[in-house]
């Protein structure tokens, strides 16, 4: 994509020469009324990443430039391949609004696709993709079921692999995080209607983390459907799309106390592996020591955690600098080098431009780069491999885009 060792442009020259970035930011707070993007930044402690990761322990960066990591030229091509991606998604989506993958997996890869679009600007009811996006809204709001969850299918007994028993949480927590952060760019019945599931959804959500876990580290945590009190359990893969969906509810105005976040943010610092021995494959495990002796460590549960832990105020934990240094003191992988790739790279790219600074102007061309080379002439991203491959590249691709548009700060959970 562009050769590494190419000095990042001036900040300001970029923003004059593209117009892009400011413009977009514009574009959506105008139209959003609650003050969102403050809500976060008293969390970020002030403090610059030092230029060699080996040398110092890296921490936050005050910076939030984020378009410096690439230079203009390189900005264009992101948005073009943006752009493509979007349009393909569009062409793929069926007549209820959904955008296609396995059953299993609704309405995650439609909320997905939903933020996808959002990322980029797009508003429902507004522009060349606002009836879509209202659309697929509607479609992700007539998926709630009785108990107040998402899921397009039915939830029953007992848990079983990619089963809506295993599943449910993931939709839930993901169409929760969608709806929490389109909820105020509307008006009327629309609204309403998102008003009124959050609120269900909320409260069903509560009940799953406070279940009665078998094991009393994974107290705080979210898991699968089933099973539930006195056997529930937690993960880490599970509980940190639950933690953002608690966020985008708090940002949206919604009361969420903070002890659910506290709770939530407890187990996952309990998944943090301090053994650096260990950390060939990323820092934070599945499941805490504790509940699970197989560590099971990898770079989806080190973004993820790493993320949440920076969105929640932990920043000052000890696994921020080691999983900070942990990213920046190796090559980003290839699509073949990892089961989860587009999970773990939206989660890396949302994690490092937290961070930001340096940080980030190291990561995200290497993120980038990987990802351009993988979209297709159809402007889509192909099945990812093993464990993705099964939903398809609405999925893929709505995480790409993800992965490639943190510096334009549309989503408000993750404005800095």
Known sequence: MRNQNTPAPDADKTTREEGRLPSLTKHLNRRRPI???????????????????????????????????????????????????LKWLASQQAEDGRFPSEEV??????????MAFLSRGHLPDKGPYGSQISRAIDFVLSTQRR???????PVLPPVGHLKPSQTV????????????????????????????????????????????????????????????????ASDMSVTGWALMFLRSARNA??????????????FVELC???DIGSHEKGVFRYRPHASQDKPQITLANTASATLTL????????ASIPVSVRWFRTRNYPSPWQNNYYYLATYYSSQAMAQV??????????????????????????PPGGSNEQQFGSTYSTSLAILALTPAYGLLPIYQR
């Open 272 to 274: 943090y592996e301090p």
């Open 147 to 153: 108990r107040g969850y998402f899921s397009l299918q």
């Open 35 to 85: 003050a969102l993007q403050t809500a976060l930044a008293a969390v970020f402690a002030c403090v610059a990443v030092p230029a060699t990761a080996q040398d110092a322990a890296p921490v936050i960066a005050t910076s939030a430039n984020l378009s410096a990591a690439l230079p203009a030229s390189e900005w264009a091509r992101v948005e073009s391949s943006v752009d493509d991606g």
């Open 105 to 114: 997996a609704q309405p995650a890869v439609t909320s997905l696709a939903i």
């Open 310 to 317: 920076i969105l929640g105020g932990r920043q000052d934990h």
């Open 253 to 266: 105005e919604f009361n969420v106390p903070k002890q659910y976040f506290d709770e939530g943010l407890n």
């Open 356 to 381: 930001g600074g340096d940080t980030w102007d190291q990561m995200f061309p290497q993120i980038a780069a990987g990802l351009l080379k993988e979209q297709t002439e159809s402007g889509a991203w």
């Open 169 to 232: 949480i993931y939709n839930h927590s993901i169409a929760g995080l969608m709806l929490g952060e389109v909820y105020g760019m509307g008006s009327g019945e629309r609204s309403q209607r998102i008003e009124e599931a959050l609120h269900r959804a909320l409260v069903f959500h509560r009940e799953v983390q406070s279940r009665t876990k078998g094991k009393e580290s994974d107290h705080g945590g979210w898991r699968y459907g089933y099973p539930e009190s006195p056997d529930a």
